[in-house]
């Protein structure tokens, strides 16, 4: 009889395989870092590829692309119209400086430095039509590892990548004077100046894939250098003619013209708007794989001359015509917006105002239809050159459909240049007075606000009234009206009128006479030294935390030009405190954005001192 405590035969062949294993991989690292450190593998780009090394490489791309095409999706609008001959024509102007000098063109051989790469790239006239149009995009959007093919040179706004697609497309039907003719701008005979490199100017860090913040896992962070200006994929700076590549996409007179109307219109641009895009595209904080590789290469004294020469040029439009969208529909967002939707006014921000508001606002009667689509299209998808901070762009361009995009990005282009966008909405206020009919509104009001030039003057969380435009009250009574705004009182007070009725009230309180708000008795006075501080942070931010200046949006110069924008200079503590404690509390809606970040970022004494100081300013004036 087996004892119990005597075991049975043990197998030992699993065990042997395991130790076999164990010590075939040891001795395969060992070789493989005897190989590496004793340079036994050659590196050199010389020899070419074997073919089985050829095919693992090629099949390997072709198959990862296909898979990233795929997950873009079918979603309408998710590819524009790859036919448009200005989109067609932009991304000739982008091949032309940047992908030809390793990918060639119709007829034309490519470089011996690009021949002399291991893998070598393509001469895309042969390949390009066995991709689709959606591959064509992940390659130039994500490029290829282990071979020298870049990722798009920005970290967004990778709707500009769709124009070169559009253009490959093209080249294997093109001849090499038709290449010639869409990639190559002659600026021959034209008053373009040349603009001297002179001295490199500030140096800046780049902000490009996040790489100049962090360690390098291909190496040490010193051994690359984020900086502008550079030296650029081509010395446009160092050229000392950096006009001749603007002029590829802008022209010389600055109207976009040469890409139908697809690159912006300059010459409705002032210099230091100009300069200042010109400055964030090279450093990577304004996204753009386009403009990076021109802009990275100007001079600090070149970025400020280019800027000159486009502003001093006359307003015009491209002349380009909007066959696309109807601008009878454009007419009606553009001047009235859609109260049912909250939707403003476009003139409400971009009128002959926009550029005295220190936002960035820029200017959009006879701006081209092309741009002005393919931005909509890219603040709809969440993807725009644009820095951080306050921007309802997204927010309304999601609102609308592709049709209603055309439709005001055709209109636009159709207006003169000095079209001063006034809004239709709302309407001005009448000279004799209001009716009967506004006045019993004003005394419905009074239940909250109080009645009289001293609307809000008693109450500690209705906000003073008379402090604010008229088109920023329309716009609040729309996102009651749509239940944006979660204030159930004033939801049902929108409810209860129409919106003929909302914009004449809004007209009314808008130009009556400013009123000081009563101080309310209740609240402690605050110390001096905190109010100090509290001025400090709204005057100039704390950039340490992600917290700009207040007053960059809610002073005197920005509240004026864009009447959206609500005033605080003089509104009752409370109620500032309130709006900022629900800020930081809950997801605000898109269109407000950022203040929810910028407001979960303040501490709640900080938000109440912030109250407190505004409240002790004397109301900006109308």
Not at 91 to 107: E, F, L, M, N, T
Not at 110 to 119: C, H, K, N
Not at 601 to 615: I, N
């Amino acid at each position: 009889m087996r004892s119990p405590f005597t075991t049975g035969p043990v197998s030992t062949g699993p065990r042997l395989l395991i130790g076999f294993g164990a010590v075939l991989l040891v001795l395969g690292m060992g070789a493989a870092a005897t190989v590496m450190y004793f340079g036994l593998v050659p590196v050199s780009a010389r020899p070419p590829h074997t073919a089985v090394t050829a095919a693992v490489l090629h099949d390997t791309f072709r198959a990862s692309v296909a898979r990233r095409a795929r997950e873009l999706g079918t979603a309408p609008g998710t590819v524009p119209d790859l036919e448009d001959p200005g989109l067609i024509a932009l991304g000739a102007r982008h091949y032309g400086q940047v992908c030809s000098s390793c990918h060639g063109g119709p007829g034309l051989g490519q470089s011996p430095v690009a021949l002399s790469m291991r893998p070598r790239p393509q001469s895309l006239p042969a390949v390009v039509d066995s991709f689709s149009a959606p591959e064509l995009y992940v390659i130039l959007r994500d490029g290829v590892r282990f071979t020298a093919m870049p990722s798009w040179p920005s970290d967004g706004n990778f709707n500009e990548i769709w124009a070169v697609v559009a253009f490959l497309r093209q080249l294997p039907e093109m001849t090499p004077e038709a290449y010639r003719a869409a990639t190559v701008t002659d600026v021959a005979g034209t008053d373009a100046p040349a603009m001297a490199w002179t001295r490199r100017g500030p140096q800046r860090p780049l902000k490009l894939h996040d790489a100049a913040d962090s360690a390098d896992a291909a190496g040490p962070i010193e051994e690359y250098l984020y900086s502008v200006p550079s030296t650029g994929w081509r010395p446009i700076g160092l050229q000392d003619v950096p006009v001749a590549y603007c002029a590829a996409c802008h022209g010389t007179d600055g109207t976009g013209a040469p890409t139908g109307g697809q690159a912006p219109n300059l010459s409705l641009l002032d210099a230091d708007t100009i300069a200042a895009r010109l400055r964030a595209y090279a450093d990577g904080t304004r996204e753009s794989g386009m403009m990076a590789t021109v802009a990275s290469s100007l001079s600090g004294p070149q970025i400020e001359a280019v800027a000159a020469y486009y502003a001093d040029l006359p307003d015009r439009t491209a002349g380009a015509p909007a066959d696309r969208g109807d601008p009878e529909l454009g007419a009606v967002l553009v001047r009235q917006g859609d109260f049912a939707r909250a939707l403003p006014a476009c003139g409400a921000c971009h009128g002959a105002d926009a550029g005295a508001s220190g936002l960035d606002v820029p200017r959009l009667a006879g701006q081209g239809a092309g741009f002005l689509k393919r931005r909509l299209d890219g603040f709809a998808a969440g993807d725009g050159p644009d820095p951080e901070g306050w921007n309802p762009m997204p927010a309304i361009a999601r609102a609308l459909s592709q049709q209603e995009r055309a439709a005001v990005a055709a209109y636009l282009d159709g207006l003169p240049v000095d079209d001063p966008l006034i809004p239709a909405r709302p309407p001005a206020p009448p000279a004799e007075g209001p009716d009967k009919e506004i006045v019993d509104l004003l005394l419905n009001c009074s239940a909250c606000h109080d009645p009289g030039p001293a609307l809000g003057a008693d109450r500690d969380l209705s906000p003073n009234l008379t402090l604010q435009s008229a088109a920023y009250l329309d716009h609040q009574m729309a996102l009651f009206d749509a239940g944006r705004r979660p204030v159930g009182t004033m939801q049902q007070a929108a409810h209860e009128m129409t919106s003929d009725q909302i914009g004449r009230l809004s007209a009314v309180l808008g130009a009556a006479p400013v009123a000081q708000s009563g101080l309310d008795p209740e609240r402690a006075q605050r110390p001096d030294f905190e109010l100090a501080e509290a001025g400090t942070l709204a005057e100039e931010g704390d950039p340490a935390r992600g917290l700009p200046s207040c007053l960059s949006c809610h002073g005197a110069r920005p509240t004026a030009a864009v009447g959206l924008i609500p005033r605080l200079d003089g509104q009752r503590a409370r109620y500032i405190e309130g709006r900022l404690d629900y800020f930081a509390e809950t997801a605000a809606p898109e269109v407000l954005a950022p203040m929810t970040e910028i407001a979960a970022r303040l501490t709640g004494d900080e938000r109440a001192a912030l109250a407190d100081w505004f409240a002790a300013r004397p109301p900006l004036t109308k």
